[in-house]
């Protein structure tokens, strides 16, 4: 059955920071853009190693565009972002656009990992930008992401409703250190690194795995609180995407900027 936007899809992204529109792509899209993904994984592991997390953007190489742009075409896509964004100005960027743009996620070839818990730009800035960055932490305009699955995919976690508020005590009792630190892996076979992984995910209070199911498009502020957590059993291909606003290409111009200002010498010599 075609997807519908529903009032929950609404109140859901905003409250919780992430919705589900559950089965969105149709099964013969599935099949055309798994058959990229297949060649997006061996790519991502030529240019990244076995455990590359992500080929991205697909439109730098040898992949076929399009069935991606068809997914990103479809008129009940389109449709709901229209209701679920009313009234802001977003748009899909061009394929061709290089930056920031659409990539796929891969399970890693040989060992399970996962990522720190983290709100994205928040803690991959320099401690210089952060201020900047939590200046527009609740900005609605910003920080719009899409995981959409081409196999079931539980990678994701989350912290729902994390993206209307800072940290919590209870969340920096469990994670002092900004950015938290990565789990201790090193010296451990895979069983030993699956399991420390997932004992690092659920150490965050609040913290669940989102369930995607072949099909299922995922959007979410991407400043809540999220981490990848990664098996080589378990095949992944989720289209990871954005959606852009106006707003949202100059806050992170800004950032640029800001980083920028950080590395110039006489910058440092001033501070
Ligand atoms: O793998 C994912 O779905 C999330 C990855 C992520 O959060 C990141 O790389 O910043
Ligand atoms: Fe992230």
Redesign the pocket.
């Known amino acids: 059955m075609r997807f519908k936007l529903t009032d929950h899809h609404v109140h859901d992204f905003n409250l919780q920071g992430f919705t589900v529109f559950r089965g969105l792509l149709p099964p013969a899209l599935v099949r055309d853009l798994r058959r990229e993904a297949d060649k997006a994984r061996i790519l991502a592991r030529k240019v990244n190693g076995p455990q590359a997390?992500?080929l991205q953007p697909l439109s730098a190489y040898d992949i076929d565009l399009r069935p991606f742009q068809d997914y990103r075409d479809l008129p009940e896509l389109r449709e709901a972002l229209a209701v679920l964004f009313n009234g802001l100005d977003w748009s899909v960027p061009a394929l061709e656009d290089r930056k920031f743009n659409l990539g796929i996620?891969v399970e890693p070839g040989e060992q399970p990992w996962c990522?720190p818990w983290?709100r994205?730009w928040r803690d991959?800035v320099p401690a210089s930008v952060r201020g900047f960055v939590e200046q527009n932490l609740f900005d609605r305009r910003l920080f719009l992401q899409v995981?959409c699955a081409l196999y079931a995919?539980e990678?994701?976690w989350v912290v729902p409703g994390s993206h209307l508020r800072l940290d919590l005590p209870s969340e920096i009792a469990a994670f002092p250190t900004q950015p938290p630190q990565k789990p201790e892996l090193d010296g451990l076979g895979n069983e030993e690194r699956e399991a420390a992984c997932l004992a690092y995910c659920k150490r965050m209070p609040g913290g669940v795995p989102l369930h995607l199911q072949a099909g299922d498009y995922a959007i979410y502020r991407?400043v809540l609180w999220?981490?990848?957590?990664?098996v080589p059993y378990r095949r992944r291909a989720?289209l990871?995407d954005l959606l852009e606003t106006p707003e949202y290409a100059a806050f992170r111009d800004k950032v640029e900027d800001l980083r920028q200002a950080t590395h110039r010498p006489e910058a440092a010599v001033a501070s």
């Open positions: 997390q992500r996620l990522t983290h994205d991959h995981n995919d990678s994701l991407d999220h981490l990848g957590n990664y989720t990871h």
